[in-house]
C-alpha cells in the first residue's frame, strides 16, 4: 500500500501572500504545482496600520459573505471593508468595499490567503428523515480524497446528529453560529472540537482561554464516518440559528491533527507530522495561549517565525520559531510559553507541502 495517496498536496490547500493595490475586483492566482479552486479562504491583513480582524469565506454560504475568526459578530454579507468577489479555478478575487479595503486588498498592505478544497461549490443536501443519515438536516460539500467538508445546517435546539460527507471520522471541526442573533454576542464564539480535547470538551477559536469541559456543545458523544454530534449549547445548536461547520479528517501524508508537550527549552520537542508542513496552527490547551499560525510562503526558509494570531486583530508577529523538516516540525523558542511551556499541553494541526514519501516511494528532501 502507498504512504500516501495525495503526492501534490497544493491540488487541495494553498497560501498566497500579496500586495494590496485597492482595485475592485483584483484576481489573484495561487502559484502551487496544481491550479486549485478554493471553497475555503481565510485572509488577514499582515500589516501593523490596524487593526484588522482576519475574514473567512467559502463556497458554499457564496464569495461575499465574511466570518471573522477572531470575533463572535454573526455573517457579514458585503462587508465595508473589502470582501471576496469570487472563487476562481487557480486562485481568487478581491472586491472593493466602502472603507478602503484595508481586511482585504487595501493599496500597499500586505496580504496572506489560505485555501483549502472541498467539492468545487457543489453540494449535497442531506434529508435526515428521507435518508436515515443524521437527525438534523444539513448541506455539505465534501472533499473525501483530502479529508475537508463544508456543511451549513439549521438548529433545532435539541440533541441531534448531522451528516458529514467525508466517508471517514473527522479529527478536528470549528463550528459558528451565523445569524444574527436570537442569541448574545457572546453566545456566538466559535466552537472547536479535537478528539483529543474528547467530545465533553472544546475550545473557543476567537479567544486565548483554555479548554472547558462542557457536555452541551456535543451532547458528550464522539462524531463517526457519516456524521457529527450537537447538544443544546446555543453556539453549536440554537433553535433555528443557521450554523456552518468545517470538518476535517486525517489523510496520511497531507494532514496531521495531534497534540505535543512542551519543554521550555529552544531544543524544543519535534512532532511528528509525516510531511515536510506547509501550514501549520497551534494553541495551548492546557492553559491560556494565542492560536497561532504559521506558513511556508511567508516564511521561505528556517527558522519560521511570522506568525498570525487567529483570535487577535493584530498585525503579523515575530514572537516564536519553528523548523519546518522533511517528516515534521521542531520548536526553537523555549522563551514562549504560547508554544512552547514547559509541560504545557498543545494542540495542533497540520498540512503538507510534499508528503515524507510520495506514493512512488520518492522522499521529500529537508528545507
Known sequence: MAYTTIDDPSAHHQTKIYTGNGNDGQAYTFDGNSDMQPDWLWVKNRNNTGPYSGHIFDSTRGANKSLFPDETNAELTNSAYGYLGAFQSDGFTVTSGSSGDERVNNNNDLYVMWG???????????????TGVGTID????????AGFSIVTYTGT???????????????????????????S???????????????G?????????????????????APTSTTFSVGTD????????????????????????GVYTGNGSNDGPFVYTGFKPAWVMYKRQSAAGNWRILDNKRDTFNVIGSE???DLNN????????????????LRNGSSVGQNGDGSTYLYMAFAEYPFVSSKGVPVTAR
Open 308 to 310: 498570525i494570531y487567529v
Open 234 to 257: 446555543t453556539r453549536t445548536n440554537t433553535s433555528s440559528d443557521n450554523y456552518i461547520a468545517y470538518l476535517f479528517c486525517e489523510k496520511q501524508g497531507y494532514s496531521k491533527f
Open 157 to 183: 435546539g435539541s440533541n441531534g446528529t448531522i451528516a458529514h460527507g467525508l466517508g471517514a471520522t473527522p479529527k478536528w471541526y470549528f463550528v459558528k453560529n451565523r445569524s444574527e442573533s436570537s442569541v
Open 201 to 221: 470538551a472544546a475550545m473557543f477559536l476567537d479567544t486565548n482561554d483554555s479548554k472547558i469541559n462542557h457536555s452541551p456543545f456535543w451532547n458528550s458523544t
Open 315 to 330: 498585525a503579523e508577529a515575530d514572537d516564536d520559531q519553528m523548523d519546518f523538516l522533511s517528516n515534521g516540525f521542531k
Open 116 to 130: 483549502w478544497k472541498a467539492n468545487g461549490g457543489t453540494t449535497t443536501t442531506n434529508d435526515a428523515s428521507s
Open 138 to 145: 444539513s448541506v455539505y460539500q465534501a472533499n473525501t480524497t
Open 185 to 199: 454576542s457572546v453566545d456566538q464564539s466559535w466552537v472547536v472540537f479535537h478528539t483529543i480535547m474528547g467530545q
